[in-house]
């Protein structure tokens, strides 16, 4: 075992405890010294009549003793002093006794060295803890300049991430003579440049503004507050979105702008595909409500056909009564209002499929949802008799109106009320839809008793292109769920307690002005 650290260790107090009698012992001799010093100097300048000289310099031995050895040796040299003061100057001389008219001199003597040495050691401690608070003062001021210098170049660090990750370059442009006072390194990477040629000339950057946006860009210059495409040297086209705020003289003169440039190309790029996805979800719904025309296309010409097969019957008893000698204008005139009954009939009729088969931007309206599934029910009526289908309004009254689009709700009902009739097709059964104000929102329900929702796909029902039937495009249902939703509502469905299927969906009476998709 080595046991060289332990004997290392012990040695380290002995060391210390030497070097403090040392310095103790170092001390006191200089008390001793100072003192010494000064009863020989005292003594010599009593030789030559200097009797007077004696007491400051006893003060002054005992003040730097207590300046340099501290309290201990204060004492010591006080003591030494009182003494060697007492038996070389105080009478009777050279005897430690004093004589009676000497005690006040003697008292103020050793109370003005106590003074003077209390004083002196005040004054020491004084000025070490002043020497020691300015030491701790630069060290600190020091520490919080190295800290300061990390803060600064820690949050310039974070400034460039946090501008890499948004895209935003921060820039200062002097007004006077246009020129750049501080531009970012991200701020370089969005327009082009290298930040080692330094900042450009403001006629190279506006050289990078696509041609067809200068004039706009120049116009809000003023506002600092533009969006405007940026061409690079490779042909690469960005999208900028630059925001900023004047800097002000006292005087009201403007002298910088103060701002930022943000990329916002990725954004562009999502807006315009959201758009171009939003064209196709329209041509989509049209195309879903073409397909369901001309799936009724039979049901649908022989519901147009009653009305003008009953306006000719009338128009030929009109006919009939004026050929009669004399004519029956009476019944001719009520053989012509028959006419124009079923002519408007015939007329409501067509401009029902022609508001589906429209096809224009939406445009929101206030609308009364039970005229539009009177609307619906007229429509599917022939269809529903085919196949022994009953259908059922169950319509709350006084519905309040709201701001919807007219063409999509009906497509809602439609697709709802159609695949209800398919549910039923083979079978026949009863197709129930009812509305209701429940909670500031109207709900509507289309109820069926066919063959009900496909077992564990429920939630897959709503999902594009999904279909049980062998000619389904599988768009209805998802396209239903996107009107709904456009217009603040939900549509879910669930299977009934006995045979069939119940779709739900609800609409908000206040609909912001919203839908996304056109008709």
């Known amino acids: 075992m080595n046991l060289l650290p332990h004997a290392s260790s012990a040695s ?57 050895g ?26 430690l006794s004093i004589a009676a008219a000497e005690i006040p001199y003697f008292i103020i003597f050793a109370l003005f060295a106590v003074l003077v040495s209390w004083f002196t050691r005040i004054r020491r401690r004084v000025e070490e803890d002043l020497r020691n608070a300015r030491d701790e003062l630069v060290s600190l001021n020091r ?76 116009s809000t210059l003023e506002r600092a507050d533009v969006v405007f495409r940026m061409v690079l040297p490779d042909d690469t086209v960005r999208w900028i979105h630059t925001v900023g705020h004047p800097v002000l003289t006292a005087a009201g003169e403007l002298v910088q702008f103060v701002g930022s440039s943000t990329d916002i190309t990725e954004r562009k790029s999502a807006e315009q595909e959201r758009e171009r996805l939003r064209q196709l979800e329209a041509e989509l719904a049209h195309i879903n409500r073409v397909s369901m025309m001309g799936e009724m296309a039979a049901s649908l010409a022989h519901e147009i056909k009653q009305p003008i097969a009953a306006a000719m019957t009338s128009a030929n008893s009109c006919i009939e009564w004026l050929a009669h000698e004399p004519p029956n204008l009476d019944r001719a005139r009520a053989a012509a209002a028959k006419i124009d009954k079923y002519g408007n009939r015939a007329a409501e009729i067509i401009d029902h499929i022609r508001s589906l088969y429209r096809k224009s931007p939406p445009q929101s309206e206030l609308v009364d949802a039970n005229d539009i599934v009177h609307e619906i029910f007229t429509l599917l009526q022939d269809e529903a008799i085919r196949y022994s289908i009953a ?25 709802l009320m159609l695949n209800a009739i398919e549910a039923m097709r083979d079978a026949g059964g009863e197709l129930t ?33 999904f279909t049980t039937k062998p000619q389904g495009s599988g768009m209805g249902l998802a396209i239903s769920r996107t009107i709904v939703e456009s217009h603040g509502g939900r549509l879910w469905a669930t299977s009934n307690d006995g045979r069939g299927a119940t779709f739900r969906f609800t609409l908000p009476t206040e609909v912001a002005e919203s839908s996304s998709l056109a008709t």
Not at 75 to 90: E, W
């Open 12 to 68: 380290a107090p002995r060391q210390s405890t030497g070097l403090l009698r040392w310095t103790l012992l170092q001390r006191y001799s200089f008390a001793v010294l100072s003192v010494a010093a000064a009863l020989g100097a005292s003594l010599l300048l009593d030789h030559f009549g200097f009797r007077d000289a004696t007491v400051p310099l006893f003060i002054c031995a005992s003040a730097i003793s207590s300046w340099y």
């Open 433 to 465: 839809v009812s509305s209701q104000l429940q909670d500031s929102q109207l709900l509507f329900t289309v109820s069926d008793t066919g063959s009900g929702l496909p077992v564990g796909s429920v939630d897959q029902i709503f999902s594009a292109f």
């Open 143 to 218: 520490e919080l300049e190295k800290r300061s210098a990390a803060l600064e170049a820690s949050n310039k660090e974070y400034l460039s991430e946090a501008q890499k990750l948004t895209h935003t370059g921060s820039w200062v442009l002097n007004v006077a003579d246009r020129t750049w006072v501080h531009l970012s390194e991200e701020w370089y990477r969005i327009f082009g440049f290298d930040p080692a040629e330094g900042a450009p000339r403001w006629e190279k950057r506006l050289e990078r503004i696509h041609p067809d946006d200068r004039l706009h860009w120049k």
């Open 70 to 95: 501290g309290q201990g040796p204060a004492v010591l040299a006080v003591v030494l002093c009182s003494i060697a003061f007492d038996y070389f100057f105080v009478r009777p001389l050279y005897t």
């Open 391 to 415: 259908m059922r309004p169950e319509l709350a009254g006084e519905l309040p109106k709201i701001k919807a689009n007219r063409v999509q709700l009906q497509q809602v009902f439609m697709n």
